[in-house]
T-cell receptor, first 113, second 115 residues
Framework: GNSVTQMEGPVTLSEEAFLTINCTYT??????LFWYVQYPGEGLQLLLK?????DKGSNKGFEATYRKETTSFHLEKGSVQVSDSAVYFC????????????FGDGTTLTVKP | EAGVAQSPRYKIIEKRQSVAFWCNPI?????LYWYQQILGQGPKLLIQ????????DSQLPKDRFSAERLKGVDSTLKIQPAKLEDSAVYLC?????????????FGEGSRLTVL
């Protein structure tokens, strides 16, 4: 079956530091890949997505590239802000059943001023 | 556009009691999911509806959990009787619309504590 593995947290960074959160996946076929974010006190929301190999998803300064050869979708941001403090979830969904998603266990990011 | 609405936001019950959660999806979203998120873990799919029909309930503990989506709009998830291990956040999510790319739209969740 499908599975998603995220780097374990929590991650604590200083403001303006570089962020990488690793995500690797196992899936049959060619899934779509997502990063969701959960800010304190809020629901999960989509951060970015990529639907095919070599696609790069980007939003709010975050980027992730769909790497089929390494089955990875690492999240990066060049300069984090305090407002980026949140829990980040990597997820995949089957092409044949868009929306039926498998999630990683989340990585908690804390950015200190 | 209104988002996915869930209620109640919080619920505390004793084990062996029952509880029900309600979800109102985004208008026009045909597919609705219930996920269970235990503290420190990612969401795990419980059940998927397409309109008012069940597509996948393979991960739903059917001895105690039930769900329905009457008229293909609102949905309810019920737990009876609850166990301590059911303490979690229950998330409702929907997809659909004209440009369905598989992105899930989540409600804020219903946090259940079983004592």
């Amino acid at each position: 079956g499908n599975s998603v593995t995220q780097m374990e947290g929590p991650v604590t960074l200083s403001e303006e530091a570089f962020l990488t959160i690793n995500c690797t996946y196992t899936a049959t076929g060619y899934p779509s890949l997502f990063w969701y974010v959960q800010y304190p006190g809020e629901g999960l929301q989509l951060l970015l997505k990529a639907t095919k190999a070599d696609d790069k998803g980007s939003n709010k300064g975050f980027e992730a590239t769909y790497r089929k050869e390494t089955t990875s979708f690492h999240l990066e941001k060049g300069s984090v802000q305090v407002s980026d403090s949140a829990v980040y979830f990597c997820a995949l969904s089957d092409r044949g059943n868009a929306g039926k998603s498998t999630f990683g266990d989340g990585t908690t990011l804390t950015v200190k001023p | 556009e209104a988002g996915v609405a869930q209620s109640p936001r919080y619920k505390i019950i004793e084990k062996r009691q029952s509880v029900a959660f309600w979800c109102n999806p985004i208008s026009g979203h045909a597919t609705l999911y219930w996920y269970q998120q235990i503290l420190g873990q990612g969401p795990k799919l419980l059940i998927q509806f397409q309109n008012n029909g069940v597509v996948d309930d393979s991960q739903l503990p059917k001895d105690r959990f039930s769900a329905e989506r009457l008229k293909g709009v609102d949905s309810t998830l019920k737990i009876q009787p609850a166990k301590l291990e059911d303490s979690a956040v229950y998330l409702c999510a929907t997809t659909g619309g004209a440009l369905n790319t598989g992105e899930l739209f989540f409600g804020e969740g219903s946090r259940l504590t079983v004592l």
